[in-house]
């Protein structure tokens, strides 16, 4: 699996890039991800509680990734 970041920018604290994976005869894709932000806790809360969710746990040391579940 080759993986594939291009056209990064930064525009404040805005992120726009372009990810492209080929993984061989198992096929090739990628996506854009335009307006892309780092959080921080509170606005990760806030993004997540705005939609039925709360944090459950970080799935990385990093924090980059997280498990999120229904806030009932």
């Known amino acids: 699996m080759t993986i594939a970041v291009s056209d990064l920018r930064r525009e404040g604290q805005s992120y726009?890039?372009?990810v492209d994976y080929?993984?061989?005869e198992q096929g090739h894709w990628g996506f854009r991800a335009d307006e892309a932000r780092i959080l921080d806790d509170e606005e990760l809360?806030?993004?997540l509680a705005e939609v039925?969710?709360?944090l459950d746990r970080w799935l990385d040391?990093?924090?980059r990734w997280v498990a999120a579940v229904p806030a009932n």
């Open 22 to 24: 080929d993984a061989g």
């Open 45 to 47: 809360a806030a993004e």
């Open 52 to 54: 039925g969710l709360r």
């Open 61 to 63: 040391s990093d924090r």
């Open 16 to 18: 726009s890039y372009t």
